[in-house]
């Protein structure tokens, strides 16, 4: 049973900070592996998919990683900003199963 | 486009009693998922339709559960009778592609609290 851990839990760190959001799982057959922002009292907004044959995907400050051989991957989000704010979810896809979600990390910047 | 929507965002209720969840997918969207976060158990898919049919419902935590989509633009999740436990937020989200791990778009949640 594919499980999903992200740590840590909570962050915070002050604006400007380049920082990196970790998440694990423990099978590594998976299909691709998603990155997701909730900001509160709202749904996932899905900020970057990592297809199994990938390595990184990139989108403006926002950088993720993938290493199927070790069950990591890596958020790094450049020059952080308080409208970062908010839990950052990783998701794990296998094919036709479900999609596994770790618990997420709650980022918050300080001006 | 709307996004996905879901009503109500709030929804109270008291032990026992039926409860009865909304979510209109994306136009043109042919999977819908429903899931439930909690602190403790974090976002769990509940259930998933392809092209309106229920393809996995394995996460329905139990038979008080129920979850219907008659056409392409609408589905309930029913909860019969409903438990404190059963408090959480429910999401709808829907995706245009048919796996469930392609990327999904999800609808601003339904707050459940059962007393």
């Known amino acids: 049973k594919q499980e999903v851990t992200q740590i840590p839990a909570a962050l915070s760190v002050p604006e400007g900070e380049n920082l990196v959001l970790n998440c694990s799982f423990t099978?590594?057959?998976?299909?691709?592996l998603q990155w997701f922002r909730q900001d509160p009292g709202k749904g996932l907004t899905s900020l970057l998919l990592?297809?199994?044959?990938?390595r990184e995907q990139t989108s403006g400050r926002l950088n993720a990683s993938l290493d199927k051989s070790s069950g990591r991957s890596t958020l790094y989000i450049a020059a952080s900003q308080p409208g970062d704010s908010a839990t950052y979810l990783c998701a794990v896809g296998g094919g036709s199963e479900k999609l596994v979600f770790g618990k997420g990390t709650k980022l918050t910047v300080n001006p | 486009d709307a996004g996905v929507i879901q009503s109500p965002r709030h929804e109270v209720t008291e032990m026992g009693q039926e409860v009865t969840l909304r979510c209109k997918p994306i136009?043109?969207?042919?999977?819908l998922f429903w899931y439930r976060q909690t602190m403790m158990r974090g976002l769990e898919l509940l259930i998933y339709f392809n092209n309106n049919v229920p393809i996995d419902d394995s996460g329905m935590p139990e038979d008080r559960f129920s979850a219907k989509m008659p056409n392409a633009s609408f589905s309930t999740l029913k909860i019969q009778p409903s438990e404190p436990r059963d408090s959480a937020v429910y999401f709808c989200?829907?995706?245009?592609?048919?796996?469930?791990?392609?990327?999904?778009?999800f609808g601003p949640g339904t707050r459940l609290t059962v007393l």
């Open positions: 989200a829907s995706s245009p592609v048919g796996t469930t791990t392609d990327t999904q778009y």
């Open positions: 136009s043109g969207h042919n999977s």
């Open positions: 099978d590594s057959a998976i299909y691709n």
């Open positions: 990592i297809q199994s044959s990938q």
